[in-house]
């Protein structure tokens, strides 16, 4: 859904007025009809949701590696992503719903994305930026993993590193998806819906099979550092 | 020390209400002492990475830090054996992922040491050029965010700002913003093209202004004084038995450059001073940095003005690729183009340390060779590692909050440390 605005011209003073009428209550009849096929949108729930959501998107402050300073630029002067509404950057997974993974991630860190991103919310979304986290780029060797490997990706932005604006597109193209259709079929197809975080018993009693979703890092997660 | 300053006693002598009065009827009830473990990170914005520190707190304060790292292993040394000596370099350059120039730099010193090869004085100069232009990049991201973590965001804008104008020069004379793969072994992979000169002339012309804006931003702000002034001490010789080396140990007021120490890529052509400070605290940290930004302006404009004619890379046939043209009218050329492409360079074996002096101290590369063309062993020396051993002594007995602003002024990159 694309709201387009058009330019008010010289009837803007005729519109204010009769917009003022209708709050007093004085359009009646046709004019009030008129009225309300001119100013009034009609639409579903889901898809007026689905427009607010795509336009205010609240990454999550995850830096992995390089891409997280090219990601960094993209809050910054040259591209601001304030303009598309994800200037809200939030520290919490709990509070973000667009994780962007910049960078390689390890074996040794790959399961703790997986929980940071099993602790967001629903809807959420996930950006693999740069070759490393889509496709292990140049260290094709033991230590590191493709996002594919271990979580759902919604979009893919190749470049290692990616330039900002690279990265701008992406957030764009997945705008464009969240408006256009969210259900896109993939993420039944790898049962990547509604992925929660378990505990470890949780986990067990639903019959996950062990180190599937929501099996938490042993040993790299902050409930065991305090032991 | 931090947690007996003016401040603090100030701080502390405020009493809210006697509501606070009547839970200390209580207090004797509670144990005197009760130890918190907090886990801070992998993913945390305050540790400028995937850095995980497991801190034991009495209160607000810290009593002991761990460092757990390993989160970013990439397994780049191990990769390097794999790759012949010129594909080890886009390798080794994402490694430290803000000094990648500084990357290239030791490991094609260490195969030229090994080589024997005589770099050509202008191919020195442009290493020099990009090599400082590199540092004002790093410093500038360590500025953006530190101060990002002390609260100030406007520094953070400012300073990416002229990042930016940094990567627009890089992204002139190699094409990439990051990880250029600019510097070669026998010198660098092309000239400078036209009208890059001027445009790190009118960058270097605007930078030391720039600096005086963001000292103007920074340096009388009561809260980043306050946040910075007398935390994080540790005494030179303290840092001097812990590697420490960079902007850290200077911060002490000891002079160790490698650029003057031990000058290297013709580093003793230029007039420059290596900044110090007296203390060793976070303030003079940030100050150190601060002055390095006006040194490597200083440096780049001299490079430019003697920056000799000639080849930009070695003429030796066996390390370098021929010039294309060539190609067309030598058969020599063909064969040594075809032998290269295919096979690499070959290295006499031996074994060379390469170090130079990266943004945050002293960063090395050892290369050890078998006269194979790839190289049998590449270990870094990585100025981040070594520096983050430092970090317990910095913020043990000072507050968290205080920990938050160290570890923003230590500047780890997680890359180099993990690689």
Request: net charge negative; with cysteine.
């Amino acid at each position: 859904m694309e709201v387009v605005r058009q330019p008010a011209g010289g009837e803007l003073r005729a519109r204010q007025l009769r917009a003022r009428d209708m709050l007093r209550g004085d359009l009646e009849g046709a004019d009030l009809d008129r009225f309300v096929e001119e100013r009034v949108m009609t639409t579903t729930l889901e898809r007026a949701v689905n427009w607010a959501s795509s336009n205010s998107l609240f990454p999550l402050t995850f830096g992995l590696a390089c891409c997280a300073i090219e990601m960094m630029s993209i809050v910054a002067s040259r591209l601001d992503a304030a303009r598309f509404g994800s200037e809200a950057w939030r520290a919490s997974p709990r509070q973000a719903d667009l994780i962007i993974l910049s960078g390689r991630v390890s074996i040794k860190m790959a399961p703790i994305v997986r929980r940071i991103y099993d602790q967001m919310l629903e809807p959420k979304w996930a950006i693999a930026m740069g070759a490393c986290s889509s496709s292990q780029g140049v260290f094709n060797n033991y230590a590191v993993v493709p996002a594919d490997k271990f979580m759902p990706v919604d979009l893919h932005v190749p470049g290692c590193p990616p330039r900002p604006e690279a990265l701008m597109h992406g957030i764009l193209k997945l705008r464009t998806m969240i408006q256009e259709n969210p259900e896109l079929g993939w993420r039944a197809r790898y049962h990547a819906e509604g992925t929660t975080e378990l505990a470890p018993a949780q986990a067990r009693a639903e019959g996950e099979p062990p180190g599937a979703q929501g099996e938490p890092a042993r040993g790299a997660s902050g409930e065991n550092a305090g032991a | 020390m931090s947690a007996t300053s003016e401040y603090r006693r100030r701080e502390q002598s405020i009493t809210l209400s006697p509501l606070e009065d009547r839970a200390d009827e209580h207090a004797a009830d509670r144990p005197e002492q009760e130890l918190l473990t907090l886990n801070m990170g992998p993913h945390h914005p305050a540790t400028h990475g995937v850095l995980r520190l497991l801190v034991t707190l009495e209160g607000e304060v810290v009593r002991e830090l761990e460092p757990i790292v390993g989160y970013l292993h990439t397994g780049i040394e191990k990769t390097c054996e794999d790759k012949a000596y010129w594909k080890v370099i886009p390798v080794i350059e994402r490694m430290d992922y803000l000094a990648y120039y500084f990357n290239a730099m030791v490991f094609c010193g260490a195969v030229e040491s090994l080589l024997d090869l005589e770099i050509p004085p202008r191919a020195q100069y442009l290493r020099v050029i990009h090599m400082e232009l590199n540092r004002i990049m790093s410093h500038l991201v360590w500025l953006g965010t530190s101060a990002l973590d002390l609260g100030a965001i406007s520094m953070f804008w400012y300073c990416f700002r002229e990042r930016e104008s940094v990567l627009d020069l890089f992204e002139m004379s190699s094409g990439q913003r990051m990880h250029t793969r600019y510097f070669q072994v026998g010198g660098v992979i092309e000239d400078i093209p036209l009208g890059f000169a001027e445009r790190v002339r009118a960058f270097c012309a605007a930078m030391p202004a720039r600096v005086d804006q963001y000292e103007a931003i920074l340096d009388r702000n009561e809260i980043v004084l306050q946040r910075l002034r007398q935390i994080g001490i540790v005494s030179e010789r303290r840092l001097l038995e812990l590697g420490v080396t960079g902007p850290l140990l200077r911060a002490t007021g000891n002079p160790w450059d490698l650029r003057k120490a031990a000058p290297y890529c013709s580093y003793d052509h230029f007039d420059f001073k290596i900044p110090v400070g007296t203390v060793g605290d976070n303030y003079d940290r940030f100050r150190v940095r601060m002055a390095e930004l006006r040194e490597s302006t200083k440096i780049i404009e001299q490079a430019l003005d003697g920056l000799p004619e000639g080849p930009f890379i070695t003429n030796d046939r066996k390390v370098a690729l021929p010039p294309r043209h060539e190609l067309a009218t030598s058969m020599e050329a063909l064969i040594h183009h075809f032998k290269l492409v295919t096979e690499g360079l070959r290295v006499p074996p031996g074994e060379f340390y390469y170090p130079v002096e990266s943004p945050r101290g002293e960063l090395g590369c050892f290369v050890r060779s078998d006269g194979s063309a790839k190289p049998a062993r590449v270990h870094v020396r990585d100025p981040s590692f070594v520096n983050l051993q430092a970090f317990p002594d910095m913020v043990r007995d000072g507050y968290i909050a205080d920990m938050i602003a160290t570890i923003a002024v230590l500047d780890p990159i997680l890359g180099g440390v993990d690689r």
